[in-house]
């Protein structure tokens, strides 16, 4: 493992641990990293628990060190998916998960998911990760959330708005994906939207039945 991966590895320790620190400082919303312990993490894991219901299948996508995936594990699913864009913490992920059933843990840079079926998912699952996406990459992965979802399934993505700035840490989306982007590259509907604040936004989408 080279020092970079090492880094982000322990940095991801941290974040299992509870420990926040300083380490959630650049981006300026400490309380997106303790998500047990902040209005905004209440908010998401009430949208969890609402639409990932137990004995669903689930996809998330950019897990990192874990800390949302622990709650999804919680919730007794028949079979959870981890996709991220690099393995760096895929060994911390594995004391997060322990016994769950995981089917798959996958690293996909390019946003294709060819190990999942068409309409194999009950939901999708990502936050703090498309925030980061560059145009191409983020229709790569809401092409194929459309097509991996079952008519009806849901997906809660966290989404750059095209106000947040680069020096966020988000890549702005352009105005023309804010409305009927997702449905349209994605057969996914907007539902409505969690509040979470800005910056960015955090919205529940269901696949046309």
């Not at 622990?70 to 959870?80: E, K, N, P």
Request: charged residues 20%.
């Amino acid at each position: 493992m080279d020092s970079g991966a090492a880094q982000q590895v322990a940095m991801f320790e941290g974040w299992v641990r509870g420990e926040w620190g300083s380490q959630a400082e650049p981006y300026g919303v400490r309380e997106w990293f303790n998500p047990a312990g902040s209005a905004v993490g209440q908010e998401v894991l009430a949208a969890i628990e609402r639409h990932i219901q137990p004995g669903a299948a689930v996809l998330e996508i950019g897990p990192g060190g874990g800390r949302w995936t622990r709650f999804l594990v919680q919730r007794q699913l028949d079979s959870l998916y981890l996709i991220d864009g690099t393995d760096a913490g895929f060994g911390v992920l594995a004391q997060v998960i322990g016994r769950a059933p995981v089917c798959g843990m996958w690293v996909s840079p390019d946003g294709r998911i060819p190990w999942l079926q068409d309409e194999e998912l009950d939901a999708v699952f990502s936050f703090d990760t498309f925030v980061h996406f560059g145009a191409e990459l983020r229709q790569a992965y809401v092409a194929e959330i459309g097509r991996v979802l079952r008519p009806g399934g849901v997906a809660l993505l966290h989404w750059a708005r095209p106000t947040d700035t680069p020096g966020s840490g988000f890549v702005p989306v352009p105005i023309t994906e804010e409305v009927g982007y997702y449905e349209t590259v994605g057969a996914l509907v907007e539902v409505y939207d969690v509040p979470i604040g800005p910056p960015a936004r955090f919205a529940v989408l269901r696949k046309a039945d």
